[in-house]
């Protein structure tokens, strides 16, 4: 174990966590948008920075990410990270203005109107839906494409992607509901990834479900024997 | 997604790639723009099935870097650069008189698919500035009046064949 | 070819070399550079091949085609050797005279040698030419003297020396003491101590560890590691193999620009016969270490200069950097302790094992030890590659070395550092060139490059140039740059176009402050740096663009106004003739007049006057 002081107080830690892990264990609040728990921490919103103690003066950090050291003098709150947070969340309103979420964080955060306009997309480019297809369902269906202002996710040349299984886990992690899902008669389309699958009955159990190939070898396998 | 591309033609850069062995996406991939002038879509979803890696991955990459294209290049790419030492000596009025003339904006291609314009950010050659690079074929101290000379001479080459 | 595996062998391949080299046997050097090849360079040398053969002096006059002299504004560069004649802008016309009149009779041409911008007078001797007096060639000394396509020149001036004292003379952990004795930091721009960065690698976990040799050069007007590779690549690679030693890495990485190609194609030639004379591979010189080398050409992304970004490259993967901790000595490619360093810092390597320590850090400053290669660019009389010790003034550089700025124009500032980096003006030139002290006036170091800007340059559309750079190279994945840089060029661009509104300024500044504080990498942290650094010397530029929408240097087009002075207008309707727009009217002989609402303002009529007639503002 280690210790740490984070907002003045010391608290032990295990070793190997992230500052935002101890700072959550001890009921300490920051914001994160790009980060989810089932993740790999990616760092990219930066809106969970917060300020360390270094001998080059005060840093920020972002606490998803950095680890916990011993002796580290952290603060999740100071005028430093409120004003980084804030104009982070500007910059986000500036992109995505029609995102609830946003809209809510920016309020929070003490931001009224930006003052540039950078488009409207919901889309925040957090990463969390390319992250869980990838580590948790491993379909890599989807993927950050483009490079700067023009990044986007995107299924492979934007028409469909033979790989995306219709599990919506992307639908349901999404900060800002992105992506859109239309679950209707027995028809699912992820229209964003070009996703399209039909409903089948089950011939054990009779209830529907949706039927990747690989998931029909499965069902014949189970049928073999006895379930 | 079913690839209609002849795999035959890639099995010299599939060979001993296959599968996850030895060798990198990125490095076949140059081949094929080289190649092909263009990532060709039903290359890159042969490539990634060969390679074992997802297509996802492959078309992320095709789409994060300037070297690759997913649309054809024209038969002649003509790069102006655009880095600050060119910049500071003119480079801008060079790059208004190519895209003037041939009618497409820096980044696309002629409809006749003879010519790509691009900019280039500094290929070191800065004694030169402002340089253009037609055809891998480098001219530098260019003013207006010497791109219309070169586009004169690259328009003529295209007429005789 | 010799396998050379033994220290032994290399010292008698050494002397046989030298040996069968005659030190007073004439040689023809000339700079086939990429610059002096846009220059005509090839077909120069090719005259010089032909006409030798022609006479017959196949065997008793050399002709070697090097790699970048460095004085990039004159060439085709061509040197005589042993006399040491330096001539400049070679023709292929000149050759036969210079074969005849120089080489065989000792003559020197006049009017090929390079005169004193002044008094006018000819200086003959490259030593002796200004541009070069001044400067200490520790990592470019052999530009000129080598073929670097054949590694028998560079084995014959004492290359691959330092491995064999590394290798056989000293333990890892004495070469990496060496270096950090040696006092020599990162040459990329961070200036990182390199013996205290090696270290770490070799202090961390794991038996599998990588070095990597960053070439991704991408500053804009930095050309500095170009030179170093196609010229001389085999002194990186001997760095490389040394610093290998040193970890314990046994393979390596060049990540290398694709827009280089003949540096590309240099480095596979030296790689391929180092490996052929056994410097590279298994066993190296007897003594049981083995390493091999890999070229990973770029694919057109400059955020890959950034270590995590590249190695995430080189493992196939979008060009995304990631955060720190870890940093790469602990974790870097595939998850392994990596070391990571810039061309010109593995370039220094040789030299600091061969002379040591204690001579290495006699030059330079307290904190700043060695030389440092800068490119000097645009508005520049001397345009070229410039090495001189730490704690040289930018003045120097400038003035003595650079030969000041043409038509008489005023210096404004120099731009180090490139997208990262600062000006620093005219004011503040006796500045010496260290780390410590640019950081004081609010620039860095850089990788080198530094970018002259005469009175004609507007310092407002210069920092918006820098920051379109940035925003087509962000990778995209942090807000702060992504969305943050975007921004800041929205209102830059506004700016420049008459559209500049009070608060703009403020509302850099701020957004200067958040990026700079909490981008995830180098490239958004750094990003804010040409504005910061611009409205710190030249607010009044800025303020003039908002209040006046007023251009004071007159490149902002919407800004600038164009008209006929009519005293001095003699009606030739020259401009009438050429304006793009027809914005012009007037009947010969008389007075011209140009229509402000048709004027786009392109600047022809002020280009093509004879007569001075036309006025800008």
């Given amino acids: 174990m280690i210790t740490l002081s984070i907002d003045g107080r010391d608290v032990e830690a295990t070793e190997g966590s992230t500052i935002l892990e101890v700072a959550r264990e001890h009921g300490i609040e920051i914001p994160t948008l790009c980060y989810h728990e089932a993740l790999e921490p990616y760092g990219s919103c930066r809106l969970c920075v917060v300020e360390l103690e270094t001998r080059r003066g005060p840093l920020l950090v972002a606490s998803c990410v950095y680890p916990a050291e011993e002796g580290a003098v952290v603060k999740t709150n100071s005028e430093m990270v409120r004003d980084s947070r804030r104009i982070t969340a500007e910059l986000l309103l500036s992109a995505a203005p029609n995102a609830r979420v946003i809209r809510e964080l920016a309020t929070k955060l003490g931001v009224t109107e930006p003052r540039v306009g950078l488009g409207d997309n919901n889309c925040i480019l957090c990463g969390l839906c390319v992250r869980a297809c990838r580590e948790i369902v491993r379909a890599d269906a989807i993927s950050l494409v483009n490079r700067g202002f023009t990044k986007e996710v995107s299924a492979p040349f934007e028409i469909g992607s033979n790989a995306c299984i219709g599990c919506t886990t992307c639908v349901f992690v999404c900060p800002t509901a992105a992506i859109k899902l239309e679950d209707v008669l027995g028809n699912r389309s992820v229209h964003d990834w070009g996703s399209d699958f039909e409903a089948t009955a089950c011939k054990i159990c009779g209830d529907h479900y949706l039927a990747p190939e690989f998931a029909v070898e499965t069902e014949q396998s189970l049928g073999e024997r006895d379930v | ?161 | 070819m010799t396998m050379v595996q033994t220290l032994e062998i290399l010292n008698s391949l050494k002397q046989n070399l030298l040996a069968s080299r005659d030190p007073d046997k004439p040689r023809i050097s000339v700079c086939c550079g990429t610059g002096c090849r846009v220059h005509g360079s090839m077909d120069v040398i090719e005259a010089f091949r032909q006409e030798i053969d022609n006479r017959n002096l196949s065997g008793d006059i050399g002709v070697v085609g090097t790699g970048c002299h460095g004085f990039c504004e004159k060439g085709p560069v061509v040197v005589l050797k042993p006399s040491g004649i330096f001539y400049q802008g070679v023709a292929v016309d000149d050759v036969a005279e210079i074969v005849a009149e120089s080489v065989l009779n000792g003559t020197v041409i006049d009017r090929l040698t390079y005169a004193d911008p002044t008094s006018g007078a000819k200086i003959v001797r490259e030593e002796d030419v200004p541009f070069y007096r001044k400067q200490q060639r520790l990592v470019l000394d052999l530009n000129g003297d080598i073929d670097p396509t054949n590694i028998e020149d560079y084995v014959a001036f004492g290359g691959y020396t330092a491995v064999g004292k590394a290798l056989h003379h000293m333990k890892p952990e004495g070469v990496i003491q060496e270096v950090v004795e040696s006092g020599l930091r990162g040459r990329g721009g961070a200036g990182f101590p390199t013996g205290i960065k090696w270290r770490l690698c070799r202090e961390a976990d794991g038996d599998t560890k990588y070095i990597i040799c960053n070439a991704d050069e991408g500053d804009p007007g930095a050309y500095m590691d170009r030179s170093i590779m196609e010229g001389n690549p085999h002194r990186v690679l001997e760095g490389m193999i040394i610093g290998a030693w040193a970890i314990g890495a046994h393979e390596g990485y060049v990540y290398i620009r694709n827009e280089y190609p003949l540096a590309v194609e240099n480095l596979r030639i030296a790689i391929a016969q180092a490996q052929a004379y056994g410097f590279v591979g298994q066993n190296i010189l007897g003594s049981g270490f083995d390493f091999s080398v890999h070229i990973r050409p770029g694919s057109g992304a400059f955020v890959c200069g950034e270590e995590t970004a590249l190695m995430a490259s080189i493992e196939d993967r979008i060009g995304e950097p990631r955060p720190r901790p870890p940093y790469p000595a602990e974790s870097g490619l595939w998850g392994k302790p990596t070391n990571i360093n810039n061309v010109e810092t593995w370039a220094n390597v040789p030299i600091v094992i061969e002379r040591g320590a204690d001579w290495y850090s006699q030059i330079g400053t307290e904190e700043s030890k060695g030389t440092k290669i800068f490119s000097l660019v645009g508005n520049i009389n001397n345009t070229g590659l410039v090495e001189v010790p730490m704690g040289t003034t930018l003045s120097e550089i400038i003035y003595d070395i650079g030969g000041g700025i043409p038509g008489d124009k005023e210096c404004k500032a120099v731009q180090l550092g490139g997208p990262s980096g600062g000006c620093v003006p005219r004011e503040h030139f006796d500045v010496p060139i260290d780390f410590q002290s640019l950081q004081k006036l609010g620039a860095i170091m850089g990788s080198g490059g530094m970018v002259v800007c005469d009175e004609d340059t507007c310092m407002v559309e210069f920092a918006r140039y820098f920051m379109d750079f940035v925003q087509q190279e962000s990778c995209g994945k942090c807000v702060p740059c992504r969305l943050g840089t975007k921004a800041m060029l929205e209102v830059l661009t506004a700016i420049t176009q008459g559209e500049g509104r009070e608060g703009d300024v403020a509302y850099l500044e701020e957004l200067a402050t958040q990026i700079s504080r909490s981008s995830l990498c180098g490239l958004g942290q750094t990003a804010p740096n040409p504005v910061l650094s611009t409205l710190r010397y030249f607010r009044d530029e800025y303020e003039a663009h908002i209040r006046d929408k007023r251009c004071p240097a007159h490149v902002c087009r919407p800004l600038i106004r164009y008209s006929v002075d009519a005293d001095k207008c003699t009606g030739c309707g020259r401009c009438l003739r050429n304006c793009p727009a027809e914005a012009i009217s007037g009947a010969k002989k008389e007075p011209h007049t140009i229509d402000q609402e048709k004027c786009i303002r392109c600047g022809s009529c002020y280009e093509l006057c004879k007569f001075d007639a036309i006025g800008v503002e």
């Fill in chain 2, 1 to 161: 997604m079913q690839s209609t591309f002849d795999a035959s033609e890639l099995d010299d850069l599939l060979n001993g790639r296959r599968d996850g062995g030895n060798g990198s996406l990125m490095d076949v991939l140059e081949e094929v723009q080289a190649r092909y002038r263009y990532l060709p879509r039903d290359a890159l979803i042969l490539i990634s099935e060969s390679m074992g890696v997802p297509l996802s991955q492959t078309y992320g990459v095709a789409t994060f870097y300037n070297a690759f294209s997913l649309e054809p290049k024209g038969r002649h790419v003509i790069s102006v650069c655009t880095g600050t030492a060119c910049m500071v000596r003119g480079a801008r009025k060079v790059l208004e008189r190519i895209s003037e003339r041939l009618g497409i904006q820096p980044g696309e291609t002629t409809e006749d698919g003879q010519f790509t314009l691009e900019t280039v950010n500094c290929l070191g050659a800065c004694a030169l500035g402002p340089v253009v690079v037609a055809d891998g074929a480098y001219s530098g101290e260019m003013t207006s009046a010497k791109t219309d000379v070169l586009l004169r001479e690259l328009l003529t080459e295209v007429e005789t064949v």
